[in-house]
């Protein structure tokens, strides 16, 4: 019993070696990773080889490039908890200065949820199949949003990531809704597919629990949200300009490029309160 106790404790040894930090060549302490090519490290060796680098050039380098593929990366993110992750720049600030369009999108998360409910119908886009029709700008609109709210400008990882989930989860309600025509022919009855029916109601809950499991380690407490706006831009058909009009339209704010300044009566009555979001970012390059 004891000799099987040795090989298990082997063989576990054996396979958490199996993959080792490429730099040191030993177990891998304190996971990161480098947000372009996503290559894994111990922190504190691929943060001593980006000074090592950094030193043998005459001036600061903003990137690094990757030991194993030479990506040249611009940060290294670690201490990720399932919830949330820390991000280290190489030689820089996080520098993302907000434009007028992400701040004016992410005053639009501490206004209250559903005051566009009564002009874009969620439920009847469902019922209406109207998720079959593809959104050629989603992608842009996802990628200012989490610009938005994680206040960094580098989010494609999980933009790509997000959206994939989104084409994935729609495309997987378009297969549904055909097999639910295939039932309308009689031919197709002895395949016994009525019961593979589902409500939109259902298919909204499942496509909402999708989009949430992937924003949530990204976006912590405004994941519901963000699903919420997810699917009002989804509903809504617009393009970006359009979308954002309508928002406006419907707040009572000026557009992001209008230079008139609002009355003191107009500031206190439309102006949301943005708390200080607390941003995982780490610029001290200390070992």
């Known amino acids: 019993m004891e000799q099987l106790n040795v090989n298990k404790n082997t063989s576990s040894s054996s396979s958490e070696d199996s993959n080792p930090c490429p730099i040191c060549l030993g177990p891998i302490i304190q996971d990161s990773y480098l ?20 030193h043998k050039q005459s001036c600061l380098p903003t990137s690094v490039k990757c030991p194993l593929c030479k990506t040249e990366n611009l940060s290294i993110i670690h201490g990720y908890d399932g919830s949330s992750f820390q991000k280290h720049y190489i030689n820089q600030d996080s520098g993302f200065i907000l434009s007028k369009d992400h701040k004016y999108r992410l005053q639009c998360y501490y206004t209250e949820p559903g005051f566009l409910n009564d002009i874009f119908d969620v439920l009847r886009y469902w019922k209406s ?23 960094e400008e580098d989010v494609d990882i999980i933009m790509h990531h997000i959206h994939g989930l989104i084409h994935s989860s729609l495309t997987r309600v ?51 949200r963000f699903v919420n706006e997810v699917e009002l831009f989804l509903a809504s058909g617009l ?5 954002d009009a309508v928002c406006m339209q419907r707040l009572g704010w000026s557009a992001p490029g209008v230079t008139t300044e609002p009355t003191e009566g ?22």
Not at 191 to 216: L, V, W, Y
Request: net charge neutral; charged share 25%; aromatic share 14%.
């Open 35 to 54: 947000d372009k090519c996503f290559h894994k490290f111990c922190y504190n060796c691929i943060l001593r080889w980006t000074k090592v680098v950094a």
């Open 129 to 151: 199949h109207k998720y079959l029709q593809p959104n050629r700008w989603l992608q842009s609109w996802l990628r200012r949003e989490i610009q938005a709210l994680m206040q």
């Open 174 to 224: 378009s297969i549904i809704f055909v097999s639910e025509l295939a039932c309308l022919n009689p031919a197709f009855f002895r395949h016994e597919q009525k019961g593979q029916t589902k409500t939109p109601e259902a298919k909204q809950r499942e496509f909402q629990e999708s989009i949430s499991d992937a924003a949530r380690p990204f976006l912590a407490a405004r994941t519901d």
């Open 239 to 243: 393009n970006i300009e359009a979308y």
């Open 266 to 287: 107009e500031l206190a009555e439309h102006r949301p309160v943005i708390p200080y979001l607390y941003i995982f970012y780490e610029s001290d390059c200390s070992d």
